[in-house]
């Protein structure tokens, strides 16, 4: 049966551990769902790579893409815009690929509007101690940023309640096998089925 793919959306704050429990899983064999690479207009980090990590462009760039409806979604989030290009996601959609976003939350319920039968999975802290030490500990952020990304984290993890599941990030094998479960159950999900179905039930009777 030729079915769309299915949209996976990871989010949860800042520095929680999305891109590492997503590398985690798509080390794995039979976990290499379709990535896709955001825009963004925030600097690049010391090793992050231009098409591989994010597509870096600038301000003008970017609104440029929200203004020809280039983005499936996307967000200011401390002073940068992200956002989802649509042109990938659909056409890998379309050719019944599975498509993974990591993404913050306000750009996830955009997303949700959307595509209401998209898999929702919040990434979340054992507490927000720990979130401190993993944003400090990954050396990325001054200490500015840092406040803010926390007082962000907070209306974050409100947001909870709109997704699908929540998994806490403890370790991250263990999170990575509580994602894959999750996915490998949804694909068998009734409403994923029923179109074809129908369709198949119109042509035999006909
Ligand atoms: N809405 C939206 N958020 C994104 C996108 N790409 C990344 N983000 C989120 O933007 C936030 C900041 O990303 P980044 O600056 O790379 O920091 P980090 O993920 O905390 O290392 C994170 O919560 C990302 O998940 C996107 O395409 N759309
Ligand atoms: N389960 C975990 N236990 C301890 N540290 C973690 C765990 N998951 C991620 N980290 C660390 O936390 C920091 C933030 O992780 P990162 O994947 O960059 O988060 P995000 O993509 O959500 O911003 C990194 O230094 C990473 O090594």
């Given at each position: 049966m030729a079915k769309r793919g299915m949209l996976i959306v990871l989010s949860g704050p800042s520095g929680v551990g999305k891109g590492t429990v997503r590398k985690e899983i798509f080390s794995q064999?039979?976990?290499n769902f379709d990535y896709s690479i955001s825009m963004t207009t925030r600097k690049m980090r010391p090793g992050e790579v231009n098409g591989r990590d994010y597509y870096f462009v600038t301000k003008e760039e970017f609104e440029k893409e929200i203004a020809s409806d280039g983005m499936l979604e996307y967000a200011q989030y401390v002073d940068n815009y992200y956002g989802t290009p649509l042109k990938y996601v659909n056409e890998m959609l379309d050719d019944g690929k599975d498509v993974f976003l990591e993404i913050e939350v306000k750009g996830a319920m955009q997303v949700r509007d959307k595509v209401p039968d998209g898999l929702f999975i919040f990434l979340t802290p054992p507490d927000l101690m720990e979130l401190r030490q993993r944003i400090v500990h990954r050396g990325t952020d001054d200490l500015e940023t840092i406040d803010k990304r926390m007082k962000k984290a907070v209306g974050e993890i409100e947001m909870?309640?709109?997704?699908?599941y929540a998994v806490v990030n403890d370790e991250v094998p263990k999170a990575a096998e509580k994602i894959k479960t999750i996915i490998r159950a949804e694909r068998w999900r009734v409403k994923r089925f029923l179109p074809d179905y129908k369709k198949q039930l119109g042509d035999a009777l006909k």
């Open positions: 064999p039979g976990n909870m309640q709109n997704y699908d």
